[in-house]
Structures are given as C-alpha cells and as structure tokens.
C-alpha cells in the first residue's frame, strides 16, 4: 500500500499546474555612483508586491553583473538591491516579458539629504567579508517551527538525521545565540528548541575562539559558527518544553527544558531521561528520538556528547538519566560571565559474539569469543567561563572545568582458538569487577592586549590540568593452553590503581604588521610539561587467609612518566581582499623520561628534536566560489608505552614488550579544497582531496607460536601512505513557490597503502575504497517531504605476501525518509532503512530493513504534540558487522534494542516579545 501511496503523492507532486506561473530573467549591472567601479557580493532580490513574500534573491559578481531568473504568477514585482554604506535600490518592475535587462543601476552612498526617501526593506542574505547574514523573515517555514527548521530552507545549509549542520560543505561546531553558548556545546539543543518566530537573524562565520575574534586574526574556515540573533522585544520572558512517554515492554522517556531571558541573562534548566538508547534531551521529537538505526546497529550505543561529557553511554540497551543548568549574565560593559553543570546517569547491558579469521604467512587459526557486561556510571561536570573587558585593548579569558565520575562494569567473556583442522589450540575465561573513581579540573587563563590599529597584540596564555583516577579491580581468570607442552594460567586478583596527570602549557604571541593590515610576523614560544603517575598494586588472593594479600610484582606497576616539550616558532601571514597566504616553521625540544619505581633498570630518558611546518593558502573566486590549499611537516614521538621494555603478562595470551630505540614519527599531509555554491541557481560542488605520506611509522611487531600465544613489540617503517578525496555536486529546482527538487551525488575514493608484520614477516597492505551515493529530497510545502538516498561501500585489500589473498568487500544501504503533513495538524513520518552486506559469515545476519514511523498531532493551538512512535516496526532490527584488517576478518553481533510502540505528549510554552506573533518585514519607508 505504501508504494502507492507515494506513486499517487508524486503524480500530483509533478503534474502541469504550474501553467499560471511565467519564467522571467531579470539581469543588470551594479555601478558605484561615486567613483563608477562595479560593487561585487550585493544582494539583488524580487517580493511579491502585495506581501513582501520572497520569489527570488542572487549575489552580484566581481564585474557586478547579476541575473535573477525564477517562474511566478505575478505580473508586477518589487526589485530591491542591498550593499553595505550604499543606499538601498528599489523599483517595481513589469513581468510581462520573459527577459528584462535593467543595464547599469547606480548605488548612492548612504550619506543622504535630509528630505530623501530612504528604503531600509531588509535583504534575505547580507555578505560582510567572512560573514554570511540571512534575514530570517525572507525564508518561510511552517508556522511552529524550530531553528533546524528554519536552517534546512537556507541556501547551502544541510542538516543530516544526526542534527550534524553544514554550510557549504564546511561542518557546523558552534552555535551562540546572541554571541553566546546557549545550553553547554550541543548544538542540537539549541537548534531543536528555539523556536524560529523568536530569531531575527541568523550569522554564518569562522569558528574562531574569542581571542582571536578580539584581534581579527584570520582562521583556516575549515569550521563554522552559526550566531543566532534574537529580536530585541523577544530577549525578555520565559519558555521551554516537557514531554514524556511511556511504551510497551516497560519503556519510557521524559524531558523538560525551561529558559529565562532577561537581556543578556540566561538561566536555563534541562532534564531527560529513557531507556531507549536516546539523547534525554529529545523531548519526544518527531525527527530524533531513536537513537538512530545506524548508531545502534554498527555502534550499538546510542550516546551523545555534550562538551566531551558522555551522556548515556555502553553498548547494548543503555538507560540514562540527565540534569543540567546553564547561566549567563553581562555586567557592565567589561564583565561576561557563563557557567553551566551536568549530571548525566547511565547503567547498561550488552551481549556480543564474534567470530574471527586470523591471517599468518604460512596458516591460519581461528578464535570465537563470547562476552557479558554491565556497566553503570554517574557524572558531574562545572564549567565556567570569565570574560574582562578591562578596555577596547585588552582582553582576558579565563576558563575554568571540574568533572567528577563514578563508574562500576561487570564484564565477563570466554574464548576458543583453533587450527585449520578445527583441533582446539587454547581457550580462556575471565570475570572481572572494576569500580572507578575520577576527579578533574583544567584552567585556561588568556591574556590578549591589543596595539594600535593595524593588527599588533601580544597573548599570554597559561593552561593546568589535573586529573585523578583510581580503581579497584578484581579479576578472576583462567587460561588453559594445550599442545606438546600444556599450560594452566589461574588468577584470582585484586589490583588497586591509580593514574594522575598534571599538565601545564604555556604559551606566548606577539603579532607585528610588516605592511599596515596586509603583511603580519608572529612570533611565538611554547612550553608544555606532561607528568604522569601510574600505579598499580596487584595482590593474588591467599589460600589460607582467602585474603588478597600476596603482592604481585610481575604484574604490578609504579611509572613517572614526564614529556616535556619546548618549541619557538615563527609565521608570516599576509592578506589580501580575494586571497590569503601563511606560512609557519616550529622547531621542537622534546624530552621523554620514564622511571620505572618497581624496575629501575627499565628506566629511560630520550630527546628529541624535529622541525615541524604548517603552510596555507586561500583564494577566493567571488562570493559563490573559493579555493583552500595546505601543507603540513608534524611529528610525533612513540608513546612511552611503547617504549618501555619489561614485560607486560597481563594477557596470558599475549606478552608486550616496549623498544626503548624507536624513533619518532614525521607525517605529511598535503590537501586541496574547492567550494562553490550558486545561491541564484541553488547548485552546489564540492571537492576535496589530501595525501599523507608517513615515515617511521610505529606499528606492532607480534610473534606467535605454536600455541597461538603472542608476544608483542614495536618497530618503526617506512612508505605508508593514504589519499582521500571527496566529491559532492547538488543542485535545487524551484518548481514553485511550494514545490522544490533537490539532488545530491557524492563520492569519496579512498587508498591506504600500509606497512606492517604478520608473525614477524614485514608485508604491505594497499586497501582501495570508493563510496559513491546518491540523494533526493522532494517538498511540497505543509504537504509532504520525500527523501530517498542510497549508498554503496565497495573495499578491496592488495597484499605482497604469500598465502594472503587478496580480499573485496561490498555492501549496500538505502534510506527512505518522507513526512506527510495532511490533513491538517497532523504529521506522519517514516524512516526507513535496508542494509545488505553479502560478505558476512554465515550465522550472521547478511541484510535487513529498519522501520521506524511516528504519528504525530498538534493540539494546544500548536502548542502540544501527540505523538505515536513505532520503533523497527519490522522488528528486524541488527547490528551484525564485519570488520576486515590485513591480519584478520571479524564478523560481530551483539544486543540491539528491539521493537516497541510509544506514546508520547509534548508541550512548549513561550511568553517571550508577542509569543510567537511575528512581524512582516517587508519594505519600509523613512522619511529623513
């Protein structure tokens, strides 16, 4: 039935009724009145006459040539252009004609006579150099409508299923609601719970940090920052939503958000809780309330993160509870302070089996394994954030964090090896307790002092860390290993540990302008010391005293750790209006010292020295169009873990051994971007490809024997590389003022070529992949959405060693989502899923489709949501997966949340400005 369905919605979606409505092109030329040059990035765009409502907008080129080109019914339309310190244009022009050119249109400044009629029509899109502006009253959206959904109609902005926002192909990492964070650093919450009727505009910028918004420096614009601009009669008042469900099998959610605005005071409260595998925070959302068909099946545990604190949490079905609140105030005009704290709660379960084929040179063996956990934490989490103003020259910042964690996992698991003739080599069991403690504070302190006008500041900035954490773990494990020579490892332990860290970093900046505003030299020292204590005492348990009190120096630790790291650099940038270019040499001073309390002749201490260099260039092509190019020298050295070289037994079946001579790592990294983006023609392309080249490379070296027991170390290698790339073209038809197409195609080629030891013999590995896609997304204005997208994964792996064969893997995804928004007040979505991966062992689970559909009615005068949720309504619901390596091919499966029906009941309310009224801002006239 669903088929035709859609069949009977595309017909009518596609059918010739938009006879009434006439193609046009209106095309012209923007002209300085004053000095006659042409004026590149203005805004041009066409209202309907008798509403203001939008038809269409462009931005002029460098040459200040535009087109406008759309179909409307109208005969008569209001053509408006909008430049920054120039006059706004208006004229009402005649559609009677397909193809209309306006010739040179003359912009005054904006220094008018008194007595001059002034047009101050706000434009749907502003561009202020780095800086993209949309008014939001020039982009309709259905009349209850949240940020996210305001985002999705502006041009270039995509959101997937995640709530992960792009603009122009560059991801979204911040929001700020009147320059400010609004909840912590989950942009989700901001996005789905401020109400659109509330934002007057909505900034699109480099994510800079506020040290560097303060002097203007210049970011790569890898990352963006969307800064939304709340009305100024709407910065007063009070609002927020509850919600809560209950469902079969006992499962429930709950949340309730309530907000406090008072100008620049912001107090807000948040709480959520389910046992779904969902973000609490979800409020019982039509879009975002299961944790995803992907999140579950192949990461299996449907937890998010807010500021690096884990919210929820586990594999397997996770229950979660979490409270927060956030406060932020301005005194004065040189005091911004902002502070928030999270509780979040989480107990879980998980089952999993896997099966795994390990590959040697000259055989192969193979291990099934089977586990058990149970994992319960509590987390609190105070950060603060201090901004003093002291004058329009100096800056201070200063960041301070306390976390605190409380965790307890129960894990159990067994596992078998065997031979190519199934003959059993040696199996394992274990149990294990672990209750952990953990206590953290980090403290950022900026100092920036800027001089003169012309970019010269100088930044002190001073970061301490201190983390605690102890454990108290029992195990309890027995190994048996057969063959020629039998074996029984038995353990029965307590090991108390302990793990501190103190880092302190510190670094200096001094800016100078070569060439006023255009040519910088910034000089800079950094000095970082990491010192780490790790301790473990193991004591087996007593048989006459059934205590734990036999001390177990094998398998027990007392490390110092200390990396310490000196490293003056040098960057010269200059700047230029259309492109950009740096370049910057570091020279590194590197010391790891290591003293083994308990094994002092395992004591160590190394330097190290390297050059290190960073490099890049941006142009851009016109406000549609850019190019990024970059280089980068970095270098890393081996990790004290695997330099140490005593013995690590505590893997009966696999003994680690550090190599005190191995030698740091170089990387480099080269990589181009292109970005284009037509907001006339709503098309988009983006390309980008980057190389690594690596060499000393660290990687395992193991051995293993007859028994299958492994004995671990490291080596350096040579010539490992990887190229990536990635393609995406889009393109938006505007069919009408109600109907649009989108299509996207992507694709992203990837090669690895990798290095490394199978049972001691050095081998190369190259893995090739490529994953293009295919997406379409149909809408018809409070009517339905519909958007299909598929995906294919195709890997192969290369070897150059014998007895490996070579390896191709493939697998397949589709997505079907669509909303229907008939009759009115209701709202009927559906996310449908189907994945098929045909090299999965067989007793796995090779394909299935995942079915998840809501039924929601609005109540409340828009208000409250009914809502109706079915949850894999095909119940076929798995994560089974396959993961391919050059020394193994695992398949897995492990628990997943199941079918369940919920019903849920939300509310919001709203006393902000006219709660929820909004204002035409159509065309003004001032008279002067």
């Not at 179909?71 to 009402?92: D, E, H, R």
């Not at 149990?431 to 953290?440: D, I, L, P, R, Y």
């Not at 889009?730 to 490394?756: A, E, H, Q, Y």
Request: glycine share 6%; hydrophobic share 30%.
């Amino acid at each position: 039935m669903g088929k035709y369905f859609y069949r009977f919605i595309l017909l009518l979606f596609f059918t010739n009724s938009f006879a009434q409505s006439k193609p046009f092109k209106i095309s012209g030329t923007l002209i300085s009145d004053e000095d006659k040059i042409p004026l590149e990035s203005a805004t041009i765009y066409l209202q309907q006459v008798n509403d203001s409502t939008l038809i269409t907008y462009t931005i002029s080129d460098k040459d200040g040539e535009f087109i406008l080109e759309n179909k409307t019914p109208y005969k008569k339309a209001n053509l408006y252009v909008s430049y920054i310190g120039y006059q706004t244009y208006f004229k009402t022009i005649s559609l009677d004609t397909e193809t209309l050119d306006l010739g040179n249109i003359l912009l005054k400044t904006s220094t008018s006579t008194l007595e001059e009629i002034i047009i101050t029509s706000v434009a749907p899109i502003t561009i202020k150099r780095d800086t993209l502006e949309f008014n939001v009253n020039s982009f309709k959206t259905k009349k209850d409508a949240n940020v996210e959904d305001l985002l999705k109609e502006l041009p270039g902005v995509e959101i997937s299923e995640e709530g992960t926002i792009t603009v122009n192909g560059k991801e979204v990492n911040k929001i700020l609601v009147n320059g400010k964070p609004f909840f912590g650093r989950d942009p989700t919450i901001t996005t789905r719970n401020l109400t659109k009727d509330i934002v007057e505009k909505i900034q699109v910028l480099d994510t800079k940090t506020k040290d560097q918004a303060f002097t203007g420096e210049e970011v790569d614009g890898e990352n963006k920052t969307i800064n939304l601009v709340i009305k100024k009669e709407n910065n007063k008042g009070v609002f927020g939503r509850v919600a809560a469900g209950a469902g079969t099998d006992n499962h429930y959610e709950y949340a309730g958000m309530f907000n406090y605005f008072d100008n620049d005071r912001r107090i807000s409260f948040l709480a959520g809780g389910n046992d779904i595998n969902s973000p609490g925070f979800s409020f019982g959302e039509i879009r975002k309330m299961f944790g995803g068909g992907n999140n579950i099946r192949f990461n299996g545990n449907g937890s998010f993160n807010i500021d690096g604190r884990s919210f929820g949490g586990g594999q397997g079905i996770t229950e979660s509870q979490n409270y927060g609140t956030n406060y932020a105030d301005k005194f004065g005009e040189k005091f911004d302070v902002a502070a928030n704290y999270f509780y979040s709660g989480s107990n879980s379960e998980n089952k999993s089996t896997s099966n795994r084929e390990n590959i040697l040179a000259d055989s192969r063996y193979f291990t099934t394994a089977n586990s058990n956990s149970f994992n319960d934490s509590n987390n609190h989490s105070a950060n603060f954030e201090f901004d003093i103003k002291v004058d329009s020259t100096l800056l201070i910042n200063i960041e301070p964090s306390f976390r605190y964690s409380k965790s307890n996992t129960v894990f159990s698991e067994d596992e078998t090896s065997s031979d190519e003739l199934n003959a059993l080599i040696n199996q394992s069991t274990l149990a294990s307790n672990v209750e952990t403690f953990g206590k953290n504070f980090n403290n950022d302190i900026d100092i920036t002092k800027r001089f003169g006008s012309n970019g010269a500041f100088v930044r002190f900035s001073i970061e301490n860390e201190i983390n605690v954490r102890e454990s108290d773990d029992y195990l309890n494990s027995e190994t048996n290993i057969f063959g020629d020579n039998p074996e029984d490892i038995i353990r029965d332990q307590y090991t108390d540990g302990e793990n501190k860290v103190n880092r302190f970093n510190s670094r200096v900046t001094y800016r100078i302008p070569l060439i006023r505003k255009e040519f910088f030299l910034e000089l800079q020292y950094d000095y970082d010391r990491n010192k780490q204590e790790d301790r473990k005492n193991t004591f087996d348990k007593d048989q006459i005293t059934n205590e734990y009190s036999v001390f177990n120096t094998e398998l027990s630790t007392d490390f110092q750790y200390i990396n310490q790291r000196s490293t003056p650099s040098f960057e010269f940038e200059y700047r230029k209006k259309d492109w950009s270019a740096s370049f910057e040499t570091s020279y590194v001073f590197r010391t790891l010292e290591n003293n083994d309390i308990l094994r002092p002749e395992f004591s160590l201490k190394r330097d190290f020295e390297a050059i290190e260099l960073r490099s890049r260039f941006r142009y851009r092509f016109s406000p549609k169009s850019s190019f990024r190019f970059g280089y980068s020298l970095n270098n890393n050295p081996p990790q004290l873990s695997n330099l140490q070289s005593f013995r690590n037994v505590s893997n009966p079946l696999n003994t680690v051994v550090g190599n005190p001579n191995l030698e740091p790592e170089n990387s480099h990294r080269v990589y181009m971007r292109f970005n284009a983006f037509d907001f006339q023609k709503g098309s988009g392309f983006y390309g980008y490809v980057s190389a690594n080249f690596d060499n000393n490379t660290v990687v395992r070296k193991t051995i293993i024997d007859e028994n299958l027991v492994r004995e671990t170390t490291f080596a350096n290698v040579n010539g490992a590389y990887q190229l990536n790339g990635y393609l995406s073209v889009n393109k938006k038809v505007k069919i009408d003022s109600l109907r649009t197409v989108s299509f996207d195609v992507g694709m992203g080629p990837n090669i690895r070529r990798s290095v490394n030891f199978n049972n001691g013999v050095q081998y190369t590995s190259t893995n090739t992949s490529i994953s293009p896609r295919l997406g379409l997304r149909v809408v018809w204005k409070d009517v339905f959405e519909f958007n299909p997208r598929y995906s294919l994964s195709f890997t192969k792996n290369t070897f150059d060693i014998e007895n490996i064969e070579n390896q191709e893997f493939i697998s397949h995804s589709l997505n079907l989502n669509s909303a229907t928004f008939l009759p009115k007040g209701f709202e009927w979505r559906n996310d449908i899923q189907f994945n098929y991966n045909p090299n999965i062992a067989p007793g796995f689970q090779k394909s299935a489709w995942f079915w998840n559909s809501t039924l929601a009615y609005s109540v409340l005068k828009n208000n409250g949501n009914i809502t109706l949720k079915v949850y894999d309504l095909l119940n076929q619901n798995t994560n089974a997966r396959r993961v391919a390596t050059s020394n193994y091919i695992e398949d897995s499966q492990s628990t997943v949340l199941e079918q369940y029906f919920m019903l849920s009941f939300s509310w919001k309310f709203n006393s902000l400005g006219k709660a929820g009224e909004t204002e035409n801002d159509g065309e003004r006239f001032h008279r002067h």
